[in-house]
């Protein structure tokens, strides 16, 4: 059982609370007008949820995750109510939320970065199907995290952490159980990230199925700046989720890394760190609204055209074929997209 909670630490908690629960009812409300669109909405219209691509399998993915972290969240009101925090029922599903929801989070986000990096850079696509097997890992590998350590170590694995409960034990355990998996997919989504960017600005460029840094003879490559700036836009919006989880978890991380070196980190870091990353899900409803025309009213749906990026010898469409972008932000599976 621990101390009282002084002012601070309980105002601080209520801040948490309150982005939790704009992340909570943002998401939740985004997860309902998904299952209306699907359900209701005329096939083929523009406002219609659809799953024909990787991408939006993924996306719905991370808002369910994101939905189960801000719940987890939200049970920080029992700590404020009692003024302190003690292990018991509502510490364990609160512990338990919160990993499902971190590591569901993370792994969706990584799925998406990493199908952007095989579609624009690679140009290589596969099965619709392959969706639902990297689904399959995603909650296999979540499952895995949440079952086997409490069988492994014999005993009830959370508890209280500081403020709020979580992965109870050493360092090791939370890093491996939880942390590892945000820091491997901010890693990825940063790999994904310039790697996509050297292509867009032709300082690498794709050579079958080889990369190659441009060259001065490379003269009939398209210069920097023509027919990128549509491109440059498209993938920039298509990478927006993995960047905002990095902008996002930057700061969690490094308070974490602090802690767990040793260094006393004050409570008012931890709560704007913390208040920052449980805002993940409020942004990223917002983000999809902004990136996604079709979904809001009296906004014209808008169907980009065909853009091209030069290899090696000639200039090409990058997306490879079969894939275009659909409403300025996921990858679509349609056909032969013709080059102009």
Known sequence: MSDQF????RVGLII???????????VGGLLLYIAYSAGTIKRNASRRWSTDTHIHYYFLNMM????????????NIQWIVDARLY?????????FLIQVGDVGVALST??????????????RKSPPKFALLVLAIIWLVTLFLVVVPPIVVQHNIYGTSDHWCFVDGSTTMQVGLVFIWLWVTGVVDVISYLFLALVITRLVLVDG?????????????????????????????ILSYPLLYIVQ????????????????????????TSTLFASCGLFNTILYAFTRPGLMPGRPSYVPQSVHVATARVAHNRFAQG????????????GPVQAP
């Open 249 to 272: 978890v930057l700061p969690h991380s490094v308070a974490r890394f602090l802690q767990f070196s040793g260094h006393d980190v004050p409570f008012a870091v931890t709560a704007f």
């Open 323 to 334: 894939y275009m972008v659909e409403d300025d932000s996921f990858v679509t599976e349609t």
């Open 87 to 95: 292990p018991g029922t509502v510490c364990t599903v609160q512990g």
């Open 6 to 9: 002084d002012f601070e630490v």
């Open 16 to 26: 948490m609370c309150m982005a939790s629960a704009a992340s909570a009812l943002a």
């Open 64 to 75: 369910i995750s994101h939905l189960i972290l801000s719940i987890g969240e939200l049970l």
């Open 110 to 123: 990584m799925a998406i970065a990493m199908h952007v990096l095989q579609v624009l850079v690679l140009q």
């Open 209 to 237: 199925r080889r990369f190659r840094w441009r060259r001065k003879q490379d003269s009939r490559i398209i210069p920097y700046g023509v027919g990128t700036s549509a491109e440059s836009a498209r993938a920039i919006q």
